[in-house]
């Protein structure tokens, strides 16, 4: 059973689209993030949720907007996509107490045209 | 503000070799420090973890880490490397007071050559 999961997996898009990308956990963890990773692997953190609730919220762009259903599902929209959003973006859980490991996805590739 | 330094942002070895990847990091409190494995195309998976206790970790395929306070640093390390160990090693630090939020360093890239 896949853990976090990330769909789609690649995402070509043409500059001014909106568009979501979707993450799910089956862990029962408390916390989810977003990361973005540039072209030079540079992995930075833009969201954290806890049960729901916004806990970080990096210096992202408001066109960048997590959204928190239920404990187990974050989802990242963003509207007028521009050309720097192209990134890899990695969607991660983590308990809230005990290992304090994070669990990444497979990310989603994000190339705008 | 607590900060991540990975010294090395490429490091080739041959097949066998040891290797060992420097990270460094900067925090008036005290952290928790993990050691990342990204395989090419995939995301990161934990390769070890220093929460307490002694500061010589073991994890899996054969790395090993060794926390040092008062050089704040957190090196890796392994004996014999195979080629299936190229990937990207990222060094984090998570702050003992913040449960969620978790400094990443940028990254060392590893290629073992055979």
């Not at chain 1, 500059?15 to 992995?43: A, P, R, V």
């Not at chain 2, 195309?41 to 073991?58: E, I, R």
């Amino acid at each position: 059973d896949t853990a976090v999961s990330q769909t789609p997996k690649y995402l070509v898009t043409q500059m001014g689209n909106d568009k979501s990308i979707k993450c799910e956990q089956n862990l029962g963890h408390d916390t989810m993030y977003w990361y973005k990773q540039d072209s030079k692997k540079f992995l930075k953190i833009m969201f954290s949720y806890n049960n729901k609730e916004l806990i970080i919220n990096e210096t992202v762009p408001n066109r960048f907007s997590p959204k928190s259903p239920d404990k187990a599902h974050l989802n990242l929209h963003i509207n007028s996509l521009e050309l720097g959003d192209s990134a890899v973006y990695f969607c991660a859980s983590s308990p809230l107490r005990g290992s304090y490991e994070q669990f990444f996805g497979p990310g989603t590739r994000l190339t705008v045209l | 503000a607590q900060s991540v330094t990975q010294l090395d942002s490429q490091v080739p070895v041959f097949e066998e070799a040891p290797v060992e990847l420097r990270c460094n990091y900067s925090s008036s409190v005290s952290v928790y420090l993990f050691w990342y494995v990204q395989y090419p195309n995939q995301g990161l998976q934990l390769l070890l973890k220093y929460l307490s206790g002694s500061t010589l970790v073991k994890g899996i395929n054969g790395f090993e880490a060794e926390f040092n306070k008062s050089q704040t640093s957190f090196h890796l390390r392994k004996p014999s490397v195979h080629i299936s160990d190229t990937a990207e090693y990222f060094c984090a630090v998570r702050l003992e007071t913040s449960y969620d939020k978790v400094i990443f360093g940028p990254g060392t890239s590893l290629s073992v050559i055979p």
